[in-house]
């Protein structure tokens, strides 16, 4: 039957609800199959044990109506569910153009912030087609499918919001796009590390204070990365090359790091690292964590000793953003097939340049900028911007640990 037709013919949608177990469905096909009706659509969702199952369907031949009544609501009562039907024509309304999807994070997710962002979706114009939990844990992620609005427009309006509710908004285009392989590329200070790796340096070479001096120059827009870079680097000259193994083992991954790798490689991902820290540290990364690229600034060392200086191509802004396009371009992934996640200004263009930006626990104006935020402490939610649910992670820690 032609969609055309399908949308005249009378039609019955047919609702089941009660205690879910196994068989509920198949029992209910094997009902409507004895009247010869054609499924037009099926929709099922269970909660907190609690199933609502609803078959739309096509009428049944003439005269067959109250028995196909009769039989269902029979059935349904042997299975202690209830069962209602309604009558109608044609399939469900059709969706409005523009296909979004919004991915909600909250920890708690309130009832005052959903209401909040379903509101602003109307408003927009969009429609809640569907909703669709991903995780309970760390925290409450939903993902809501929006028609009837284009998704530049939806996310500047969720996304400018998010932050008064104290819920986590992204919104990215639907399509089969939303699993195709990607590309995701992340800063590594105080996003994939806890740490600030100039700093542990600094902490060897006892000159804490006055890296930190150069650090607050830089954030005052007194100096730019590289001339910061250069000078903090230069107090570091003289120390024994030894200490890049110390702090190595110093280096503590971010909460939920090894999840996010490790799921992502095994749903067929790419993964890379850029960092305007240090080879000496991301290489050492690299091999630990599988990833595909990574790429920093490099101490030059000479005869065992550091000499104060950085060799190669500098990874500064600019240069993250340039990485990001060499990885995509290696990788065979359209730069629209990218994420990019990091926490400070200097990720702001790699974050832009991205098919996804992802600001992870940033400044203001590192949120503002960035295509979405996470504001929780686990680098693994980011898992759920990318429809990822909490089951696929918990199958790829099972798969790994056996």
């Known amino acids: 039957m032609s969609a055309s037709q399908t949308s005249e013919v009378p039609t019955l949608l047919v609702k089941i609800f009660g205690r879910d177990r196994p068989g509920i469905t198949a029992g209910l096909f094997d009902t409507l199959a004895a009247f010869h009706v054609d499924v037009v659509d099926i929709e099922q969702v269970v909660t907190r044990g609690r199933l609502v199952l609803c078959a739309l369907v096509t009428q049944p031949p003439a005269g067959l109506d109250g028995e196909l009544r009769a039989t269902v609501h029979g059935w349904a009562e042997s299975m202690k569910m209830q069962a209602e039907i309604i009558s109608g024509r044609g399939d469900n309304r059709p969706r409005g153009l523009g296909r979004s999807l919004v ?21 927009t114009g969009g429609n809640i087609d569907r909703i669709f939990r991903l995780a309970k844990y760390p925290v409450t992620a939903v993902e809501f499918a929006v028609s009837g609005v284009e998704t530049e427009p939806l996310r500047t309006a ?13 919104v990215v285009s639907a399509g089969l796009h939303r699993r195709a392989q990607r590309l995701v590329v992340m800063d590594v200070d105080s996003t994939l590390i806890q740490d600030e790796v100039i700093e542990l340096f600094a902490a060897h070479a006892g000159c804490e204070d006055k890296v930190a001096g150069v650090t607050a ?16 680097v230069a107090l570091l000259e003289g120390l024994d090359a ?14 939920g790091a090894r999840t996010l790798i490790r799921t992502l490689k ?22 630990r964590l599988g990833l595909d690229f990574a790429q920093a600034n490099t101490l030059e060392i000479v ?15 600019a240069g993250k953003a340039r990485l990001l396009r060499r990885f995509a371009a290696e990788a065979g992934v359209p730069l629209s097939q990218t994420v990019a996640i990091g926490d400070g200004a200097n990720d702001l263009d790699m974050l832009n340049a991205a098919g996804l930006g992802v600001a992870f626990n940033a400044k203001p104006v590192v949120r503002e900028a960035a295509h979405t935020a996470v504001n929780f402490p686990f680098l693994d939610t980011v898992l759920y911007l990318l429809g990822v649910t909490r089951e696929e992670v918990e199958a790829a820690d099972t798969h790994d640990e056996g």
Not at 110 to 121: F, G, Y
Not at 267 to 287: I, P
């Open 103 to 123: 991915t909600v994070l909250g920890h708690p997710l309130t009832a005052e912030s959903t209401a909040a962002i379903a509101a602003r979706i109307a408003k």
């Open 242 to 255: 030894s200490v890049v193994e110390k702090v190595r083992n110093e280096v503590r991954l971010t909460p």
């Open 266 to 287: 095994r749903l067929g991902y790419q993964v890379g690292v850029v960092s305007g820290g240090f080879t000496q540290v991301t290489d050492d990364l690299k091999e």
């Open 303 to 317: 005869d065992g000793k550091l000499t104060g200086r950085v060799t190669g191509e500098i990874v500064d802004r």
């Open 158 to 170: 969720l996304v400018s919001d998010a932050a008064a509710l104290g819920v986590d908004v992204a």
């Open 217 to 232: 120059a830089a954030m005052r827009g007194e100096l730019d990365f590289e001339q910061s870079l250069h000078a903090r």
